[in-house]
């Protein structure tokens, strides 16, 4: 069923993939507490909420004509043997498993110290079983994905942005080297806040760099091992790292696009808008630009903690333990973007912004499409420009995860195709024959006992 964009207003809930993340930490025993506004839309689509109707019944857009159904200064391109890998910017087997000892001993105690929040609770618990049956039925796309991750030249892991633990980006080269630089896309992954790892976009990788696009996967400490304000700093810094050092990589640092899924989108926006209020003298000094980001895709994400807080609650995501990672309800609203552009004091701050496109199933039932649409309408009424794109019947990860399994085209993908690459009908009109990397019966399976 087509998709369909709205520039505000449906509904449909915060949990993502739990799958064990490595955590890279030079230190592996770090844990926190040792120590008005008519906007055209950016993306136009038949069935559009604000796009104008023709008689034929033909919709008009900003994009129609391209739619698609649809800190480390020393940290270079090819690191040295010194950094730790064999001197093409690889590690070693014998290092790989160096690193992975080390990083299942922070796991473990990481893993303990959360068992202290999360206590005995039948949500998680029975959560926590359908997220091994999911990964199960998935599992012949992961390794296939996996393997790529590890195995491909085209992937640069854990290039070093900060001083601090988890402070690694990935990288994801085009094939084609030529034709100039490439545009980019920096991207949160998500993981309820807890879970999160770069690998986790591998697939976003794979996919958008076979459309010419640089993907670069941003890691950060997830709770316990950090709070809110940790994962937005370190998000920034990553992306700061992106806009001062992604042409040494082939990248064009005059076209960058930020991204986040779920938890991630909640983070990246975060970072983004508190860039903005730095850059309107309320802050810090800055080492990035928000001119520097072309517009800002969210996928499947919240903006409004305080509307959020019960539902996660009710969904297993416990109300101790959320507020704790936002560090305390007081904080709710300083780390919820929906509620920061709207004070008095910063709504001038929402001009500075770059444009807003937001991706939501209506299906979802961790993160309700509510939550994508509610932060357009603010947006829209303060004069910034955003929109919302709707998938029909679509979940938590469905957009994510299941559809880009299925091969050949994919609707999500496409449209950050179409906004990415701009006019280049050549690139945008690719057709890219992708695989099936899982069979539709285990993907609808996949579907039904989904957690999320």
């Known amino acids: 069923?087509?998709?369909?964009?709205?520039?505000?207003?449906?509904?449909?809930?915060?949990?993502?993939?739990?799958?064990?993340?490595?955590?890279?930490?030079?230190?592996?025993t770090t844990l926190l507490d040792d120590d008005d506004h008519s906007v055209k839309p950016l993306l136009s689509r038949a069935s559009s909420f604000n796009g104008a109707v023709t008689p034929n019944g033909e919709s008009t857009g900003l994009y129609q004509n391209r739619r698609r159904r649809s800190n480390s200064e020393n940290c270079l391109s090819a690191a040295s043997p010194d950094?730790?890998?064999?001197?093409?910017?690889?590690?070693?087997?014998?290092?790989?498993?160096s690193h992975a000892a080390a990083e299942t001993f922070l796991l473990t105690r990481l893993f303990l110290k959360l068992l202290s929040y999360l206590g005995v609770g039948y949500r998680?618990?029975?959560?926590?079983?359908?997220?091994?049956?999911?990964?199960?039925?998935?599992?012949?796309?992961?390794?296939?994905?996996?393997?790529?991750?590890?195995f491909s030249p085209h992937v640069r892991r854990s290039i070093v942005y900060g001083d601090q633990p988890r402070n690694r980006l990935d990288l994801y080269l085009p094939k084609n080297s030529n034709g100039g630089p490439k545009p980019v896309v920096a991207f949160v992954t998500g993981g309820a806040w807890i879970i999160g790892y770069k690998a986790w976009g591998s697939?976003?990788?794979?996919?958008?760099?076979?459309?010419?696009?640089?993907?670069?996967?941003?890691?950060?400490?997830?709770?316990?091992?950090?709070?809110?304000?940790?994962?937005?700093?370190?998000?920034?810094?990553?992306?700061?790292?992106?806009?001062?050092?992604?042409?040494e990589y082939g990248g064009d640092p005059d076209r960058?696009?930020?991204?986040?899924?779920?938890?991630?989108?909640?983070?990246?926006?975060?970072?983004?808008?508190?860039?903005?209020?730095?850059?309107?003298?309320?802050?810090?000094?800055?080492?990035?630009?928000?001119?520097?980001?072309?517009?800002?895709?969210?996928l499947s994400g919240g903006y409004n903690l305080l509307s959020l807080v019960d539902h996660f609650h009710s969904r297993g995501l416990y109300r101790s333990i959320f507020l704790s990672i936002m560090e305390g309800e007081e904080s709710l609203k300083q780390f919820s973007p929906e509620l920061v552009v709207?004070?008095?004091?910063?709504?001038?701050?929402?001009?500075?912004?770059?444009?807003?496109?937001?991706?939501?199933?209506?299906?979802?039932?961790?993160?309700?499409?509510?939550?994508?649409?509610?932060?357009?309408?603010?947006?829209?009424?303060?004069?910034?420009k955003a929109e919302v794109i709707l998938y029909e019947g679509k979940t938590h990860t469905d957009l994510f995860l299941q559809d880009p399994m299925r091969g050949g085209k994919d609707e999500m993908f496409e449209d950050i195709v179409s906004v990415v690459m701009g006019d280049n009908q050549e690139v945008i009109g690719k057709s890219v024959d992708r695989r099936r990397l899982v069979p539709e019966f285990m993907l609808k399976l996949a579907h039904w006992v989904s957690p999320f």
């Open 1 to 28: 069923m087509p998709s369909q964009t709205l520039p505000i207003s449906s509904s449909s809930s915060s949990t993502e993939m739990m799958f064990k993340p490595f955590i890279y930490d030079d230190s592996p």
């Open 342 to 384: 709207q004070d008095p004091n910063l709504k001038h701050i929402v001009a500075r912004l770059p444009p807003i496109i937001l991706f939501h199933g209506t299906a979802d039932y961790s993160i309700p499409s509510d939550a994508s649409k509610c932060f357009a309408e603010t947006l829209q009424r303060l004069g910034g």
């Open 83 to 97: 950094d730790d890998t064999n001197g093409n910017g690889h590690q070693t087997i014998g290092q790989e498993v």
């Open 256 to 298: 960058i696009y930020l991204m986040g899924q779920s938890a991630g989108a909640h983070i990246a926006a975060c970072a983004l808008v508190d860039q903005v209020v730095k850059e309107s003298g309320e802050g810090d000094s800055v080492s990035w630009s928000s001119s520097q980001i072309n517009a800002y895709f969210g």
């Open 124 to 150: 998680w618990i029975t959560r926590f079983l359908a997220l091994g049956c999911y990964a199960f039925l998935l599992m012949p796309g992961f390794i296939q994905v996996g393997y790529y991750y590890f």
């Open 203 to 247: 697939l976003l990788g794979q996919q958008l760099s076979e459309r010419d696009i640089i993907v670069a996967c941003i890691d950060y400490r997830n709770f316990p091992q950090g709070s809110i304000s940790d994962m937005v700093k370190d998000a920034s810094s990553g992306i700061s790292f992106i806009c001062n050092h992604i042409a």
